[in-house]
Every structure is written in structure tokens, then in C-alpha cells.
């Protein structure tokens, strides 16, 4: 899999046989895949959001109150 964020096109996924998934709306991007394949996407201000579903039900990581924001693009960075 290969995931891609696209700043006005949002954030797509590679799944194979020329097939590209869209995962997320909004601005693109950084995003990444885990060792567990769970796929987290990043949007403007620091927009963040997982799936463990191979991109499909994205949840946001922040509450729905948080009033922190990030960079206009905010970056990921996956841990061992």
C-alpha cells in the first residue's frame, strides 16, 4: 500500500492493480501507514485521522472540543 497526501485533493491510498482509494477530504497532507497497517492522514491545521480499515471509517484523533491546532501542515512522525 502507498498512501499520499495531495494539499486541494485530499489524501489517497494505493491499494494495487491501479486502484487509488480516497481516504480523506480536505487539504493532504502528511500521512503514513504502520507496521499494523492502520493508515493516519493529516489535513490543514493540523487535522488527524486513523483508519484500521484499509483507509475506509476515518476517525479523527482530536475531540470534537480540542482547541489546539497544528501548523498548516503538521507532521507525523511513527515510532518503533
Known amino acids: 500500500m502507498i498512501i499520499a497526501g495531495l494539499q486541494d485533493n485530499g489524501t ?4 494495487g492493480n491501479k486502484q487509488w482509494v480516497r481516504v480523506g477530504g480536505a487539504d493532504g497532507m502528511e500521512s503514513l501507514i504502520n507496521y499494523n497497517d492502520i493508515v493516519y492522514s493529516s489535513s490543514q491545521n493540523g487535522g488527524l485521522y486513523y483508519s484500521s480499515e484499509v483507509g475506509v471509517n476515518q476517525r479523527n484523533m482530536r475531540g470534537p472540543y480540542d482547541p489546539v491546532r497544528g501548523a498548516w501542515t503538521t507532521p507525523l512522525q511513527m515510532m518503533k
Open 12 to 15: 489517497n491510498l494505493y491499494i
